[in-house]
Every structure is written in C-alpha cells, then in structure tokens.
C-alpha cells in the first residue's frame, strides 16, 4: 500500500500548482485515510460509498471544467481516480490497475512541459513507480532488493526507448492534438487598443529564446516582427482581413541574420523573427507585411528556424528590385470621420505647408518629443475619442499610445501608416549567447509609407523614452553581454540552468518529422523509399531488449530468493509458466482474489504492500 500511494504522490506533483485545490484536498485525504488504517484497522470504503464519491468526483470535475474538454480538465480527471483508486487494493488485479494508472498520470506531465527538468521529474517517478511494481509482485524482498531491479530493468530500457525516440516513424501532425494548459498568453492580441500591452508589463514569462548561429550583429534595436495593424475603428487596431502571401527574393548582397526559435504556446498562428523575415520557417507562409503566419495555432512548445534582413530597407517599396514588383503603392488606412477630429485637426495644422511625407514625419515626432508627453507603464484609460485623449489631455502613454496615435496622424495627412506589434529587446544569456524575450517587452512600433524608400520603422516611443531601445521593461540591459564574474551567484546559476535546459529543447522539441527524415537519410534510412529497413532495425532491437529481460529479471530474482533461501519467486517461474498468478503444477489462472494472501482474501489491503 505504501509503496503504491507514494509513487502516485510523485506522480502528481508536477500538476499541483495547476489543479484546482478542491481536487488535492480529495487526493491528500484519501490517501491518508488508506495510510492511517494500516495502523488503526479502519474499514475499507464499500462499494456504496466509492460509487457516491465516484459521482461527487464526477460532479465536481463539471462544476470546475463545465464542458471544457482539454490537458486540465483531462489531468483533473486522473487525479480524482488517482484519489479513489486505493480505496479498491484489496485484490493483486487492482493494485496492478493502480500501477498501470499512475504510470499515465506521469505521461501527462508532459502535457504541461517538456523542458530538462520535467524529463528528469519524470525518470525519478517512473523509477518510484517501477519499485512499487516490483514490490506488488515481490512482496517477500527487501526495499534494496526491489530498488536494485528497478535500476536494472530501466538500465535495459533506455536503450530502447533512445532507439524507438531515433527511429520511430513520426507523424507530422501526431495522432490527437491536445491543447496545453495556458495556451492562451501572449504580450499581444489580434486587437491593439490603448492599454493591451501595457498591462503585459507586469508579466516576466518566458514567449520566446532566439539562439543566434553567429555572433548577434549590431543593429538598431532587437525588433521582434509579429503582427501588423492594417485597419482602425476608431478605438481599436486591426490586422488585415485576409492578408496576402508572398514569396520573397533576397538580394544577393545581403546576408541574413539567422537563428534557432524556442517559441512557448500561445494559441495564435503567429510567429516572431527578428525584423523583418526574409525566409518562412516550414509549416509557415510569408504574408505580404512580413509577418510569419503559420498554418496552425502554436498550443505546444515550437522550435523553428528563422532568416530575417534587419537593415534590409524598403522591401516592399515599387519599382524594380526583389520583392517590389509585387506591391502598389497602398492606400492610406480609412479612418472614421466622427472618431478623434482634435487630433486629426492638430495633423492637419501642424503639416500645413509641408507638401513631403517626410517633412510630415518629422513635424509630428518634433511635436511629441517638444510638448511635454511623458512614457509611463500605468497610462490612463482612454474613452471614446482616445487619441484626442492622448495627444491633448493627459500626453501620457506607453508604446501602443504612441504608435497609434502617430500612425493616426499620418494617415489624416494621407500617409500611409500601420502599426507594428511584436517585442522589443531581449536578455542575453552570456553562457548560451542567446537572447530570452518576455512578455512584458511587448512593443509596438509604427510603419511608414515613402516614396522612393517604401515602408520605413518609426519607433515614435523612443522620442520620449530614447533609453527604451536599450534597457527592458523590467530595468535589464537588452542583449548587452555582462562580465559573469559580475553577475549574483543566484543569478549565474539561472542563467546556466536555462542554458542547459535551451539545449535541451532545441534537440527535444525539435525533434520533427522533418529532422528525422533528414537524420534517417544521412544514415542510408530514407523514408520516401519505404520504411522496411526501419522496421528491421526497430524489430531486432526489441527483440534484443526482450531476450535481455527474459534472462536477465528471473536470473536477478532467483539469485535474491537463493541467497535468501526461499526459492525462485513463483510469478516468474520459467518453466513454460512465465505469468504471473500461474505456479508450475497448477491449473491456469487469471488474477483473481484467489492468487491473494489469506488476508488479502480477508479484505485487507495492506497485507505484503509496505
């Protein structure tokens, strides 16, 4: 009993911070009611009161997920057998069941991540989980002697389980797509409005880590390209109805910046580059605003590579040249005629006269850098005419106050403007030289149409707050390399920690079909020729890894019981009779309460489980 309780406590543990209270109370007392009767006797629940908690477990799990089918209402449900299932170790058969249900709970901690140290988790419980296997069925060893085949059964696995990792045939879709918990955060939405990303600016999650191949190039800014804003309401941002798809040509003279994304779920199709992407990762298209789109929503963790041209200018400027042949000139965004007139008068007064867009430009940024505005993280909240709000009342603001209000003002002078959502910045790991980008360096930052030199990035926030394209939100140098012997040992040790677990991702997560398919090739294994020599390679290895077990396991346990001199343990007795619950000599049998001890046939449960 024990044994079994224990390793289902290990298994849970990862999914505590993320189940409901209710369901770990449930859990915590059951268990303990089940511990606390090995010593008092208490009777074991009948099968009327497990059926009523069964339905109150039930109940409960509705009440909390409703009709919510995911990973949490999934991972609530295997708590609550966990919780009950003990309830039923009366019998050889349930505590197998038992076993057989943790060893799923400890599959579905990888629902939540996939990191390092979730893998690591994960070994320590299977280990725990496996002594309580082994002890179930040999109840007459010592706790060392259990541990020791435990070491040994999973020293025979790995091996195969590498092999089967390398060389099993994976889908590109997978079998089911089940959607990780807390998918839904990201430092940007599908809708800009006054306040969406400043409210990011308390949040320090991880969204992405950019692994540079070469040394990270000095440009003006690590500007992380996401979405761009194409159309306004009055209020709100929007992105384009349904955006265009382009394949893109890269000069021959220029060379693009490429790296390793470690991008974390968010449910959206959009993927970030350093601006601006030259080249779509697979699975992914190009639009015609230089923003990868991929082809379904990001519910896990991706790896994926990226080539982008930071000082690529005007690529979609007309005229001749790679790309340019694809695009008019745009429009300028159709604003509302009864939505911001203060601010689209203040334009209209400030540009008279100027008859060059760039002298406009100008004219307008001069504006906010010499009337007082100030950069703040707590902006107050806008009405129905928030741009008049910003530019003539309260002149306080955060990024997204400042891009709207300038890509406004443009397109009431018959500019063209769009705002531009991504992030801005980055920390750098100086033990990995990668760049960690979170959620609070959410950025938005202004596109403008030229003539002769095409769509141009203006940062209007960095007028007021020029220290913004330099420093991060959270007060962090952006992609400064720092002398380690100057960094906090607590601080060095996160750095390493993240660095090995980056390392660790990169391979595991982007492990895809793709780069298996590759990987198989250079090894004489190709695919697309058919996957018979894969299915010989993977046959003889199991067949390998069980002659290893069918030898090696009665051969550890019959050294045990010799030594102990008490015979081979029966459930695995060699002699044609290999399963357990049949002894040499007797009639065939299935687990039943008649292969039990005495006492287990007595109703106690406890009896050769601790």
Same mark, same amino acid.
């Given at each position: 009993?024990?044994?079994?309780?224990?390793?289902?406590?290990?298994?849970?543990?990862?999914?505590?911070?993320?189940?409901?209270?209710?369901?770990?109370? %449930?859990?915590?007392?059951?268990?303990?009611?089940?511990?606390?009767?090995?010593?008092?006797? %208490?009777?074991?629940?009948?099968?009327?009161?497990?059926?009523?908690?069964?339905?109150?477990? =039930?109940?409960?799990?509705?009440?909390?997920?409703?009709?919510? =089918?995911?990973?949490?209402?999934?991972?609530?449900?295997?708590?609550?057998?966990?919780?009950?299932?003990?309830?039923?170790?009366?019998?050889?058969?349930?505590?197998?069941?038992?076993?057989?249900?943790?060893?799923?709970?400890?599959?579905?901690?990888?629902?939540?991540?996939?990191?390092? %140290?979730?893998?690591?988790?994960?070994?320590?419980?299977?280990?725990?989980?496996?002594?309580?296997?082994?002890?179930?069925?040999?109840?007459?060893?010592?706790?060392?002697?259990?541990?020791?085949?435990?070491?040994? =059964?999973?020293?025979?696995?790995?091996?195969?389980?590498?092999?089967?990792?390398?060389?099993?045939?994976?889908?590109?879709?997978?079998?089911?797509?089940?959607?990780?918990?807390?998918?839904?955060?990201?430092?940007?939405?599908?809708?800009?409005?006054?306040?969406?990303?400043?409210?990011?600016?308390?949040?320090?999650?991880?969204?992405?880590?950019?692994?540079?191949?070469?040394?990270?190039?000095?440009?003006?800014?690590?500007? %992380?390209?996401?979405?761009?804003?194409?159309?306004?309401?009055?209020?709100?941002?929007?992105?384009?109805?349904?955006?265009?798809?382009?394949?893109?040509?890269?000069?021959?003279?220029?060379?693009?910046?490429?790296?390793?994304?470690?991008?974390?779920?968010?449910?959206?199709?959009?993927?970030?580059?350093?601006?601006?992407?030259?080249?779509?990762?697979?699975?992914?298209?190009?639009?015609?605003?230089?923003?990868?789109?991929?082809?379904?929503?990001?519910?896990?963790?991706?790896?994926?590579?990226?080539?982008?041209?930071?000082?690529?200018?005007?690529?979609?400027?007309?005229?001749?040249?790679?790309?340019?042949?694809?695009?008019?000139?745009?429009?300028?965004?159709?604003?509302?005629?009864?939505?911001?007139?203060?601010?689209?008068?203040?334009?209209?007064?400030?540009?008279?006269?100027?008859?060059?867009?760039?002298?406009?430009?100008?004219?307008?940024?001069?504006?906010?850098?010499?009337?007082?505005?100030?950069?703040?993280?707590?902006?107050?909240?806008?009405?129905?005419?928030?741009?008049?709000?910003?530019?003539?009342?309260?002149?306080?603001?955060?990024?997204?106050?400042?891009?709207?209000?300038?890509?406004?003002?443009?397109?009431?002078?018959?500019?063209?403007?769009?705002?531009?959502?991504?992030?801005?910045?980055?920390?750098?790991?100086?033990?990995?030289?990668?760049?960690?980008?979170?959620?609070?360096?959410?950025?938005?930052?202004?596109?403008?149409?030229?003539?002769?030199?095409?769509?141009?990035?203006?940062?209007?926030?960095?007028?007021?707050?020029?220290?913004?394209?330099?420093?991060?939100?959270?007060?962090?140098?952006?992609?400064?390399?720092?002398?380690?012997?100057?960094?906090?040992?607590?601080?060095?040790?996160?750095?390493?920690?993240?660095?090995?677990?980056?390392?660790?991702?990169?391979?595991?997560?982007?492990?895809?079909?793709?780069?298996?398919?590759?990987?198989?090739?250079?090894?004489?294994?190709?695919?697309?020729?058919?996957?018979?020599?894969?299915?010989?390679?993977?046959?003889?290895?199991?067949?390998?890894?069980?002659?290893?077990?069918?030898?090696?396991?009665?051969?550890?346990?019959?050294?045990?019981?010799?030594?102990?001199?008490?015979?081979?343990?029966?459930?695995?007795?060699?002699?044609?009779?290999?399963?357990?619950?049949?002894?040499?000599?007797?009639?065939?049998?299935?687990?039943?309460?008649?292969?039990?001890?005495?006492?287990?046939?007595?109703?106690?449960?406890?009896?050769?489980?601790?």
């Amino acid at each position: 009993m024990i044994p079994v309780i224990l390793a289902l406590a290990v298994a849970m543990a990862p999914h505590i911070p993320d189940l409901p209270l209710w369901i770990i109370v %449930w859990c915590m007392l059951m268990w303990l009611y089940m511990l606390v009767r090995l010593d008092t006797g %208490w009777p074991v629940p009948g099968p009327i009161l497990r059926h009523v908690l069964v339905f109150a477990g =039930i109940a409960g799990l509705l009440a909390t997920f409703r009709v919510q =089918i995911g990973a949490d209402a999934f991972v609530g449900l295997m708590a609550v057998m966990a919780g009950i299932k003990p309830f039923e170790m009366t019998t050889h058969r349930h505590r197998m069941i038992t076993v057989l249900l943790t060893y799923f709970i400890i599959i579905t901690s990888l629902f939540r991540s996939e990191s390092l %140290w979730i893998m690591l988790y994960v070994f320590i419980s299977v280990f725990v989980t496996t002594v309580a296997l082994v002890r179930i069925n040999h109840p007459q060893g010592t706790l060392r002697s259990c541990i020791s085949l435990t070491g040994r =059964i999973m020293a025979l696995a790995i091996p195969l389980m590498v092999a089967l990792f390398l060389l099993f045939p994976r889908l590109q879709q997978g079998l089911f797509v089940m959607e990780a918990p807390e998918t839904g955060r990201s430092g940007f939405s599908e809708i800009l409005s006054p306040g969406s990303i400043s409210r990011m600016t308390q949040d320090p999650s991880v969204a992405f880590r950019a692994d540079f191949d070469v040394p990270l190039p000095r440009i003006g800014g690590l500007y %992380w390209r996401g979405i761009v804003f194409e159309r306004f309401n009055g209020t709100q941002w929007l992105p384009a109805d349904r955006p265009g798809f382009i394949d893109p040509e890269l000069p021959n003279s220029s060379v693009p910046v490429t790296a390793t994304m470690v991008l974390e779920p968010h449910a959206s199709r959009r993927l970030f580059a350093l601006d601006r992407p030259v080249d779509p990762p697979p699975g992914s298209r190009l639009t015609s605003a230089f923003t990868l789109l991929r082809f379904r929503p990001v519910t896990r963790k991706l790896v994926y590579r990226t080539a982008s041209n930071p000082d690529l200018p005007g690529i979609d400027r007309p005229g001749k040249g790679p790309g340019r042949d694809q695009f008019p000139p745009p429009a300028p965004v159709s604003l509302p005629s009864d939505r911001n007139p203060d601010t689209r008068a203040l334009a209209i007064s400030l540009a008279q006269d100027l008859p060059n867009p760039r002298e406009k430009l100008e004219r307008i940024l001069a504006f906010f850098r010499e009337q007082g505005f100030t950069y703040t993280l707590t902006p107050p909240r806008g009405g129905r005419h928030p741009v008049d709000e910003f530019m003539l009342k309260t002149r306080q603001g955060y990024c997204e106050h400042y891009a709207g209000a300038l890509a406004f003002m443009m397109n009431a002078l018959k500019v063209p403007a769009r705002v531009v959502g991504g992030y801005l910045g980055g920390e750098l790991n100086p033990y990995g030289n990668y760049i960690t980008v979170r959620q609070s360096f959410a950025h938005a930052w202004v596109e403008v149409f030229l003539p002769n030199s095409g769509w141009i990035r203006v940062d209007p926030t960095l007028v007021v707050a020029p220290r913004r394209l330099e420093q991060n939100p959270d007060g962090s140098s952006s992609y400064t390399a720092t002398d380690p012997g100057t960094i906090p040992v607590l601080k060095k040790l996160s750095f390493l920690l993240d660095a090995a677990n980056l390392k660790w991702e990169a391979w595991f997560t982007g492990y895809s079909f793709a780069t298996q398919k590759a990987w198989l090739g250079r090894l004489g294994l190709d695919t697309t020729r058919g996957t018979w020599r894969i299915s010989l390679v993977l046959a003889g290895l199991t067949l390998l890894v069980a002659a290893l077990f069918s030898d090696f396991i009665p051969a550890c346990f019959e050294n045990n019981q010799t030594s102990r001199g008490r015979g081979v343990c029966p459930f695995l007795q060699t002699n044609g009779n290999s399963r357990p619950g049949k002894i040499p000599g007797s009639r065939s049998r299935e687990f039943s309460e008649e292969d039990q001890t005495p006492a287990a046939r007595s109703g106690d449960g406890s009896t050769g489980n601790h």
